[in-house]
């Protein structure tokens, strides 16, 4: 028994990805009409990439988010003639972001984070019941 | 088993007591059968046998506690239901309990009538 | 101490190595090409058994690794609530247990 708390420590990671995820996904919908980044470009739907954690003894220690990707994407074109961003046909791109998936993506990410919350519930129980030997 | 001096020590004459007896005897493993000789007011040199009572009181605990090691270890294994060990671990709690304190009486008993005087 | 003691000792052990393993599932359960964890707790228990609670050389209780086999939250939960109720009742038998130990040494109140 490596941590005492260990399985308090892995649901806290747990938590803290899901919840980078959240926000990532909160980013995508609120962008999803974003035609010019700072970039150069229309906004690219953004996905975290997880990994997870171990520590000195090789032991599973949770997870993290290594990096953000973002989605190759040629975007969904637009006629849109009068817009300052329209190409010399007229046409405008946009963000390549489904927000029914978004949606989805969203509730399995809470789900994710509800379940290392009852992780880290169970351990609070468990220790209480500890002390009483 | 004569305890004349039980009597005369604990103050009573336990016979009199109204105690579910075959409960005892079984709980504490001790034979307290009413075939024993409670002649209040005679008094003869105290006829303990106090190895065999203490072996005794040890063997009562014994049985209950490998009970419950046998039911922890069939829990363990998913073969045995939690109640069952909870009650088999209170049975070995009581039985102790029970033990040590008939135990303690019994020692009670017996030095105070070692303490007096002829 | 008893075999019994020990075995009990051992198995709370187990257990907790179990909870940190699926632990490490639930926060995992995103991570590509995690590989799910898992710790045979009836295994351990027919082991020690076996031993009387001595296990030569034990390191600890053995973790699994489970290739191949995806990490699903519904099933992760539900080993999650067993295993918690299996640690509660573990630790009370041992509390129980040590109650009585004391009781009999006259170490107790």
Do not use: C
């Amino acid at each position: 028994m490596s941590g005492f708390l260990k399985p308090m420590e892995i649901s806290v990671s747990g938590m803290q990805a899901q919840k980078e995820k959240m926000e990532i996904i909160a980013a995508n919908v609120a962008n999803s009409d974003t035609v010019m980044t700072k970039e150069g470009s229309f906004y690219k739907r953004q996905t975290p990439v997880f990994e997870s954690i171990v520590d000195d003894e090789g032991k599973n220690s949770g997870v993290q988010v290594k990096e953000i990707m973002q989605e190759a994407s040629n975007g969904v074109l637009k006629y849109e003639p009068n817009n300052p961003y329209a190409d010399q046909k007229g046409f405008v791109k946009y963000p390549e972001i489904n927000t029914v998936r978004e949606m989805t993506d969203l509730i399995s990410a809470q789900r994710a984070y509800e379940a290392n919350i009852a992780v880290a519930s169970s351990v609070k129980n468990m220790l209480s019941k500890t002390l009483d030997i | 088993m004569k305890i004349d001096g039980i009597n005369a020590g604990m103050g009573m004459d336990i016979s009199k007591l109204d105690l579910p007896m075959d409960g005892l005897d079984q709980a504490s493993g001790l034979d307290l059968s009413p075939g024993m000789s409670v002649a209040s007011g005679s008094f003869n040199a105290p006829d303990i046998d106090m190895e065999g009572l203490i072996k005794d009181a040890v063997k009562a605990v014994d049985a209950p506690q490998q009970e419950l090691t046998g039911k922890i270890n069939n829990f363990l294994q998913g073969k045995e239901e939690l109640h069952n060990v909870m009650i088999a671990a209170e049975q070995a709690r009581f039985s102790i309990n029970f033990t040590v304190k008939v135990r303690d009486k019994i020692i009670d008993a017996y030095n105070t009538v070692m303490k007096m005087q002829v | 101490m008893e075999a019994v003691d020990k075995i009990l000792s051992k198995a709370l052990d187990t257990i907790w190595a179990k909870h940190e393993a699926i632990a490490g599932n639930i926060a995992n359960s995103d991570t590509q090409g995690y590989v799910r964890q898992d710790v045979d707790f009836q295994g351990q228990i027919d082991d020690l058994l076996k031993n009387d609670g001595d296990i030569q050389n034990w390191t600890g209780p053995e973790i699994q690794q489970q290739p191949g086999v995806p990490i699903k939250l519904e099933n992760e939960t539900a080993e999650l609530s067993e295993n918690t109720v299996l640690y509660d009742s573990v630790a009370k038998i041992t509390a129980l247990r040590m109650q009585i130990l004391n009781t009999s040494l006259g170490t107790g109140s």
